[in-house]
């Protein structure tokens, strides 16, 4: 069963489209991120929700949108594509204060999202 | 967050050692050190923290000194499934995982 699974794979699109993400985790974590990786592949955080809660926003544009429907889910809609949002974006998850690692987050496969 | 420094490549051959070190002179007192493993299309996989001294886990080793300033990461003999880049983190635990450029590990036959 995968622990982090995100939908679609590769997304394709023109700029000025309206695209959303989608991703779900099966562990019940209680925490979730999506991340950005770049064509250098940097990884840098964008967003991150607790118990559907926005927790971290960083200096991400208005066009991008998290949604958290329930824990297990959050969902990246992205406004008005453009050409600099092409790269790979990774969802994940964390529980905290379970007596693992601090730190410790179980990433999705990825989505590559190509503007055209 | 403490700004990591660690070599962009390295190359080895199957049934070595690899050791990465990663340099974090502004480390705080507060700052675990975490590493992860990324394989070409896949997401980011934890392999190992630690805060001083040594951890042992059944992936790797990680050797921080006392004054932790640095920190190495030990494969034992890697194999050509262990060709990835590898990710040095140091941060506290506040959910934001800062990744570097990491070091891409080459595995020759």
Avoid at chain 1, 41 to 66: A, H, Q
Avoid at chain 2, 20 to 44: E, R
Avoid at chain 2, 70 to 85: E, G, I
Wanted: neutral net charge; aromatic residues 12%.
């Amino acid at each position: 069963d995968t622990a982090v699974s995100q939908t679609p794979k590769y997304l394709v699109t023109q700029m000025g489209n309206d695209k959303s993400i989608k991703c779900e985790q099966n562990l019940g974590h209680d925490t979730m991120y999506w991340y950005k990786q770049d064509s250098k592949k940097f990884l840098k955080i964008m967003f991150s929700y607790n118990n559907k809660e926005l927790i971290i926003n960083e200096t991400v544009p208005n066009r991008f949108s998290p949604k958290s429907p329930d824990k297990a889910h959050l969902n990246l809609h992205i406004n008005s594509l453009e050409l600099g949002d092409s790269a790979v974006y990774f969802c994940a998850s964390s529980q905290e204060g379970d007596g693992r690692y601090y730190n410790e987050q179980f990433f999705g496969p990825g989505t590559r999202l190509t503007v055209l | 967050l403490a700004k990591t420094t660690q070599p962009i490549s390295m190359d080895s051959y199957e049934g070595q050692e690899v050791n990465i070190t990663c340099s974090h002179n502004n480390i705080a007192t507060n700052d675990y050190i975490t590493w992860y493993q990324q394989f070409p299309s896949q997401g980011p996989r934890f392999i190992i923290q630690g805060y001083k001294t040594k951890v042992t886990n059944e992936v790797a080793s990680l050797f921080i000194p006392a004054d932790r300033k640095s920190s190495t990461l030990s494969l034992p003999r890697v194999s050509l499934s262990d060709t990835a880049v590898y990710y040095c983190l140091v941060g506290p635990n506040d959910y934001k995982l800062s990744f570097g450029a990491g070091t891409t590990v080459t595995v020759r036959a």
